[in-house]
Every structure is written in structure tokens, then in C-alpha cells.
Nanobody, 119 residues
Framework: QVRLEESGGGLVQPGGSLRLSCAAS????????MSWYQQTPGNERDLVAS???????KYADSEKGRFTISRDNAKNTAYLQMDNLKPEDTAVYYC?????????????WGQGTQVTVSW
């Protein structure tokens, strides 16, 4: 049974911070690339940030300088530190794990955690 479980979402005022966690019940976590996606009602799920199995990091332009992705392989957990939050950051945030095994792409999604930025 493979599962990704997000936590840490909630209500925060503009300019505030949240730290999202993604706990992965998956074998060989260290070989997976981990990503955070953002989705609002009626829109597609968009990549926010990713960190590869080697620790290489990419960010979407809109989040650069405000969000920080990290991972702790000993804890099978990925994180998204969200600072200086804006109302437009309000969305459901999903954790994603990816690994290529031979010619097969392996993908797992979490259930998502709600982030609401509002006065």
C-alpha cells in the first residue's frame, strides 16, 4: 500500500507563513522526485516546486523567492515552506512522487491539503 499524506494547510493572513508536509509510505523514497502542485476550482493542477532524488530544485516563477521545497529522506517526507503568502496562493496543494523503473513511469498523488490566505 503506497500513500502520500499532506498536512500543514489552514487559514493564514496575507504575509503569513505555512509549512506543508508530505509523508510518503513508499519503498525507496530516496529514488523518487517529489513535487508540490497547486489547484483552484475549475483550473488545472499546476506545478509549484519540485526536488529530484539528487536534491536538484525547481520553482514556478510565481513562487520563486517565497516558497522553499525540501526533503528528509530519513523521514520519508517532503516539505513546502510557504512565506509571504498572498490571497492568490489560496488553493488545494497536492504532493506528488515520481520514479522511473525501467521503462515504467511510477506516479503517486496525495489527497491534498487546503491553504486559504485571507484577512
Amino acid at each position: 500500500q503506497v500513500r502520500l499524506e499532506e498536512s500543514g494547510g489552514g487559514l493564514v493572513q496575507p504575509g503569513g507563513s505555512l509549512r506543508l508536509s508530505c509523508a510518503a509510505s513508499v519503498r525507496d523514497f530516496q529514488y523518487y522526485s517529489m513535487s508540490w502542485y497547486q489547484q483552484t476550482p475549475g483550473n488545472e493542477r499546476d506545478l509549484v516546486a519540485s526536488i529530484s532524488s539528487l536534491g536538484r530544485i525547481k520553482y514556478a516563477d510565481s513562487e520563486k523567492g517565497r516558497f522553499t521545497i525540501s526533503r528528509d529522506n530519513a523521514k520519508n517526507t517532503a516539505y513546502l515552506q510557504m512565506d509571504n503568502l498572498k490571497p492568490e496562493d489560496t488553493a488545494v496543494y497536492y504532493c506528488h512522487a515520481y520514479r522511473r523503473v525501467g521503462t515504467t513511469d511510477v506516479n503517486y498523488w496525495g489527497q491534498g491539503t487546503q491553504v486559504t490566505v485571507s484577512w
